[in-house]
Each structure stands twice: as structure tokens, then as C-alpha cells.
């Protein structure tokens, strides 16, 4: 190919919204350009990058025998009222009707589809397993679009659904997705993990992502120091505290906390360790069908409520912020909430000596208790009633509390697996993958006939690849301040011929010769023959970032060119006759 007619549209400017190294290098370079907010266009050398993360993303699915089909991105709203999803997927979800007022959506994703279709064409066990998949688009009306191609509104993804007889069979396929993207995103060039993943509301009983570590990423991961546990902060787990601060002992009662309602007032007002004090959240979940309530969440007071657990303890499909209006409208005092309420016992005559009893507070709440506070005692926590606090809780003698994982996993926690230190980490979601179990084939009516002759659900999993992320991910590793540095697997070129000065008849025949043979030798190459000054068009090689420029230039005198490595800009000399052997060595 040619510099001179291809469309390269490189900029000096980035766009004012752009922060991220690899939105602003992907726009600059001329590999991509915005239409509007969250959609793309991609211009010659981007679709170039992109066939080939495609091709990588086949040549490895295909060689375990999944299989590429391609499905409509428009599709029926029918199914998704059929799978519960229609309403449940919220505003991320386009919805619209054809002139005969047809409903449909454009796919934010497919399981609905592809279980329509498996379920029309296997019907028995003889056909399974079965992986099928799509590297196609998908549109989300994502709320906040940005960072380029990292969170678009129309994107590319891979998705695939793997089809089974029983449990078994879907577990040993998830392993062998899980090896197979390992291998798909090692040949990218990527630096990544494969962390434990939160499954959501949807269910499921496993699921895993693949995070290419860097500090932009929108995901933090907890990771050991020690062993190789790593997860999704939305889903990670710690052992138990090791040592525990010395308890506040004290008889159960009543005690005047005046205007003292904060974590950090409290540990100071009673001189505790904030592990005996109970931490209040109150959200408002809302559920399926447009259902919400008030939830009030308890945890110890050194701990953070995470959102997703939270939501997904009680099957929520969001949680909202409450105001104190509504917390005073459901028998909730704010700043003073608790989850129990005293009184003495009445059946012996009141005094300062009779002992109370514990109950749980009376209000119009759902009430969730992280698991840390099973069994705790020496608690205080707030009295519901206003300037109250209680002391001395035992939460043990209370019967039906439901406890649940609801803490963000803190750095320095110790690991699940090893009892090591934990630490954070950042990165960008590439793939996730997904045990469904019948989620989809249950509702939708996607079944088989199994050896017994009877009729059951398809057990399935699913699988999926940010493929127009992946070009953010890799830039966002592989960059410096002068541009994209591509791996040449990926690049969008291998090899850049450069010639100094197209003016110089020596030199552009010199040029045209070493580009023919890396040509005949399958290396992809393009010559950089525009009537360009020889800076401009070095810097546009740092920008875009093939792996490799050939320079013809002033050196072709002494029958030298270079080759000049784009990842580390070091130079090499060689004799006009060998550089195209040599850089095609240097690229095996
Ligand atoms: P995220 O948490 O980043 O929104 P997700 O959990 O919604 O991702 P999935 O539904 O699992 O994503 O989609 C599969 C893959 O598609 C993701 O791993 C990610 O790489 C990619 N992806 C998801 N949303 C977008 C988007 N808005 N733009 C580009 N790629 C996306
Ligand atoms: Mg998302």
C-alpha cells in the first residue's frame, strides 16, 4: 500500500474531550473518527487493527471448534419481554417500532437471539455441545460515553453461547473459553489477569473477566501480594481479620449521643475501635416492574457498603440514594438509624437495675446485615431515636437476620485463599465470561431431548469480547508521549518504508525495491512515498506506530539505510541490500 493514497487523516490537535492517551492516539492518528457522541467510524488504518484483532479472535475460537455465525442487529422486543430483560435493562436498551408499529431493540447483546436459535435447530442431545458466535455490533445507550473507543454507544463485540446437556459439560467448556482467551489476548501483546467476577442479579454461578492492567481503567481489582487470588472488587472476598481491637464493654442500655451521628464522631464521643460501631446505609432498590423499597444496609464501622453486592443481596436491579424526608416518612431517624430498638421488661417493675431487652427495630425497611456482624456483640449502634445511641448490642440474640456479603474488600485486607496481604489494582474489562446455567433457555422455551428421552432446558454459558475496546486497551499499554506503539501482531502496518526525499530519484528507487520484496515476503508494509518533508512524515511513524520504519534517506550515498524499532526508537544501520531481509528477521 501506498501513504500517498491511502486515507490517513492525521491531526496535530486531539480532541478538547479527550484525556486518555489512547483516545487521543487513535483520533490523532487517523485511525478512528467521531460521528457522534459514542459512535465511530473507523478509517482505513483503524479497520486495518480491527480486522486483525477479528482475526485473532476467529483463528482461536474457530481452532476449538466454536462456530462464527452472524445475527440481526435489530431484534424483536418480543424475546426480551419473553426473557424479563425488556424492562430490566433500563435505559442502556434502544427500544423502537417499524411503520406497522413492530416493536424492536438494537442489540446490546444476544443471548436472547442465539437461545431463539439454538432452540429452534438442536433438538437433541446427539447436537451438543455447541458453541456458537458473532464478532458483530452492539449498541447500549450508555449514560456517560466516553474515552473513545473504550466505552462507546455502538461498539464491536465477540459473543458466544455455548450450549449443553447438564452442568458438567458447561464447566469443562468455561475452562476451555478461559484458555482460549488467555491465548487470544497473549497474542494482542497484552499485559492482563483473569479475576473472579461479580455474576449479577441475572444469576449464574460463576463468571470471570479479563482485565489488561492500566492505571486508566475504569475497574478496580483487588489482587494478593502473595498468591495469585484476584478479583473484580465488585465480587472479591477476604479472609477474617486476624487480630481484633479490644471490645467496648457494656451493659445494654440507652445512651445521650448529642447531634453525634458520623462514624468518625462516634469512635471519638465513645473513644471505640469503629469495628464495634454499626454502620447505617439506607438506599431505595428498585426491582423488576418498577417495584422499589427502602433498604437499610449494616456493616462495622471501619467497612464500605459495595454497591453491587449490596444490590445483588436482595435481587435489586439499582440502588438509589434516599432522602431524609423519606427515611423520616418510614419510621427511620437519619443520622441515628439502627437495626434494634430496647425495652425493659415490663413484667418486673421498672427501675434503674432491671435489665432491657433487644428487639429489632420497628420501620417500614428491609433490613440486610453484612456477614461480619454475625454473632457480634459489644456493638453500639444507633437508637432510632434522635441524640440516641444504643450500647452494649448483642446482635446474636435476635432470630432471622439475614447476613449477606455487603463490604468493599479494603487494601491491606488478608486474602481468602492464602491469608496474604491484599492490595488494589486498575483495569479494563476485555472479556467476561459467564456460567448461565437455564437463565435464558428456561424462560424462553430453548430445549432438547436428552438419551432418557426426556425434555430439558439447554445448559449454557457465554462469552464475551470487547473487540473495538481491545484497540483502546492496547494503546492505553502500549504508548509513549510521541504515540501508538503496536504490537506487531496488531499494527496496522508491520513495516513503514520511508523515503527522505521522493525528490531524490535514488532514493525512492532504493525505497520501492525494499518495499517489493518485504511484499513478496508476506510482511505487511506500506511506503511512505508523499511529497512530505522527511520530519513530518518520522513523526507521523511515531504517531500511528508500525513496529518498524525502513528510512531511505541522506545514508543511501554510503549504501546505508535504517531501521528504526518504534517501541524503544533505537536505530539500526544496515546495507541497502540486506534491510529488507533484516526487518523481516526482526519482525519473527
Ligand atoms: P462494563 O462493566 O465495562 O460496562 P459490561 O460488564 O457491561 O462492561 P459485558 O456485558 O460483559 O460488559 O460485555 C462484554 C464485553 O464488551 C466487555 O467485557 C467489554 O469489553 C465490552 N463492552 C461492554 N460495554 C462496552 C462499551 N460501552 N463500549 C465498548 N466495549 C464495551
Ligand atoms: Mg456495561
Redesign the pocket.
Same mark, same amino acid.
Given at each position: 500500500m501506498r501513504f500517498s493514497k491511502l486515507l490517513i487523516p492525521t491531526l496535530k490537535e486531539a480532541p478538547k474531550d479527550a484525556v486518555l492517551p489512547s483516545h487521543i492516539f487513535l483520533v490523532r492518528g487517523g485511525f478512528i473518527h467521531q460521528v457522534a457522541s459514542?459512535i465511530y467510524d473507523f478509517l482505513p488504518l483503524g479497520k486495518r487493527v480491527l480486522d486483525k484483532i477479528r482475526t485473532i479472535v476467529k483463528e482461536e475460537l474457530d481452532s476449538v471448534g466454536c462456530q462464527e455465525v452472524q445475527l440481526g442487529f435489530v431484534t424483536p422486543a418480543e424475546l426480551w419481554k419473553k426473557s424479563g430483560r425488556y424492562e430490566k435493562y433500563g435505559a442502556e436498551l434502544l427500544r423502537f417500532s417499524d411503520r406497522k408499529g413492530n416493536e424492536f431493540v438494537l442489540g446490546?447483546?444476544h443471548e436472547e437471539m442465539m437461545v431463539e436459535l439454538a432452540g429452534r435447530f438442536v433438538s437433541s442431545y446427539k447436537q451438543l455441545p455447541i458453541n456458537l458466535y458473532q464478532i458483530n455490533l452492539?449498541f447500549?445507550d450508555?449514560a456517560r460515553?466516553r474515552f473513545g473507543?473504550? $466505552?462507546?454507544?455502538e461498539?464491536?463485540?465477540k459473543?458466544g453461547y455455548s450450549f449443553h446437556t447438564d452442568r458438567d459439560d458447561m464447566v469443562r467448556e468455561f475452562e476451555l473459553m478461559e484458555k482460549t482467551y488467555r491465548r487470544i489476548f497473549t497474542r494482542m501483546g497484552l499485559d492482563f489477569r483473569v479475576v473472579e467476577a461479580d455474576s449479577?442479579a441475572i444469576g449464574g454461578e460463576g463468571s470471570k473477566?479479563?482485565m489488561v492492567l492500566a492505571e486508566s481503567g475504569?475497574?478496580t481489582i483487588v489482587i494478593c501480594q502473595k498468591c495469585d487470588y484476584s478479583a473484580n472488587i465488585e465480587a472479591a472476598k477476604r479472609a477474617e481479620p486476624e487480630n481484633v481491637p479490644e471490645a467496648p464493654e457494656a451493659r445494654l442500655m440507652k445512651f445521650y449521643t448529642p447531634e453525634v451521628t458520623t462514624i468518625e464522631e462516634l469512635e471519638s464521643f465513645f473513644h471505640v475501635d469503629p469495628f464495634y460501631l454499626v454502620k447505617s446505609v439506607a438506599k431505595r432498590a428498585l426491582y423488576d416492574g418498577g417495584r422499589s423499597e427502602i433498604v437499610l444496609f449494616f456493616l462495622r464501622g471501619n467497612e464500605e457498603l459495595q454497591e453491587t453486592k449490596a444490590a445483588n443481596s436482595i435481587g435489586a436491579n439499582e440502588l438509589l440514594d434516599v432522602s431524609e424526608e423519606e427515611l423520616e416518612a418510614a419510621g427511620i431517624v437519619p443520622g441515628f438509624m439502627g437495626p434494634v430498638e430496647i425495652k425493659r421488661d415490663i413484667s418486673t417493675q421498672e427501675s434503674d437495675d432491671t435489665p432491657y431487652v433487644i428487639q429489632k427495630a420497628g420501620m417500614n425497611a428491609k433490613m440486610v446485615f453484612d456477614e461480619s456482624l454475625k454473632n457480634a456483640s459489644n456493638m453500639i449502634c444507633g437508637a432510632n431515636v434522635k441524640d440516641y445511641h444504643i450500647v452494649g448490642v448483642d446482635l446474636s440474640v435476635l432470630k432471622d437476620l439475614d447476613f449477606e456479603d455487603l463490604v468493599q474488600v479494603k487494601k491491606e485486607d488478608r486474602c481468602i485463599k492464602c491469608g496474604g496481604k491484599l492490595d488494589y489494582t486498575k483495569g479494563?474489562?476485555?472479556?467476561?465470561i459467564?456460567q448461565l446455567g437455564t437463565r435464558y433457555s428456561q424462560p424462553l422455551g430453548a430445549r432438547f431431548l436428552d438419551k432418557d428421552g426426556k425434555s430439558k432446558p439447554f445448559v449454557m454459558g457465554t462469552y464475551?469480547?470487547?473487540?473495538? $475496546?481491545?484497540l483502546a486497551?492496547v494503546i492505553e499499554q502500549h504508548h509513549d508521549e510521541r504515540g501508538c506503539i503496536w504490537p506487531s501482531g496488531i499494527a496496522p502496518f508491520e513495516v513503514v518504508v520511508v523515503i527522505g526525499n521522493i525528490k531524490d530519484e535514488n532514493q525512492v528507487s532504493a525505497g520501492e525495491k525494499i518495499y517489493e520484496i518485504l511484499k513478496k515476503r508476506g510482511v505487511d508494509v506500506v511506503i511512505d512515498d508523499r511529497p512530505e518533508r522527511f520530519g513530518f512524515k518520522m513523526k507521523d511513524f511515531e504517531l500511528i506506530g508500525f513496529t518498524y520504519a525502513v528510512v531511505v534517506g541522506k545514508k543511501l550515498s554510503d549504501g546505508k539505510v535504517e531501521i528504526v524499532k518504534r517501541a524503544d526508537l533505537g536505530r539500526i544501520e544496515a546495507d541497502v541490500d540486506e534491510a529488507a531481509q533484516k526487518v523481516a528477521d526482526m519482525l519473527l
Open positions: 459514542g446490546p447483546t452492539k447500549r450508555e460515553p473507543l473504550m $466505552r462507546g454507544r461498539f464491536i463485540m459473543d449479577g473477566e479479563f475504569e475497574d479494563i474489562e476485555v472479556g467476561h459467564f464475551g469480547i470487547g473487540v473495538s $475496546r481491545l486497551a
